[in-house]
């Protein structure tokens, strides 16, 4: 599939990209590559693969959601800009 110098420089516009007029002639041949590679893949042979989801069968790998006790409250305060009665103190976020 060829691409023009207009469809470039449109593509290019909406990407918000700024192609210098000396190098259209490189990012066209860039593109021409893309585009060539995609046929590549899209007729590469698949009869004789199966249907893949994923790679492995984790479906969940998110951990238990558990309450652990941290005994040291001193040394987790000593991260606080601000504390005060032994908690941390954040600014006010409702009016």
């Known amino acids: 599939m060829k691409v023009s110098k207009e469809e470039l420089l449109h593509i290019a516009k909406l990407s918000d990209l700024n192609i210098r007029d000396d190098e259209v002639e490189e990012y066209l041949k860039n593109l021409d590559d893309i585009l060539s590679y995609t046929d ?7 009869d004789e693969l199966s249907e893949t989801i994923g ?36 600014p006010k976020v409702i009016q």
């Open 55 to 90: 790679a492995n069968d984790n479906y969940n790998v998110f951990r238990k959601d558990e309450i652990k006790m941290f005994d040291d409250r001193d040394a987790l305060l000593e991260n606080a800009p601000e504390k005060e009665r032994d908690m941390f103190k954040i």
């Open 40 to 46: 590549v893949i899209q007729n590469a042979p698949i």
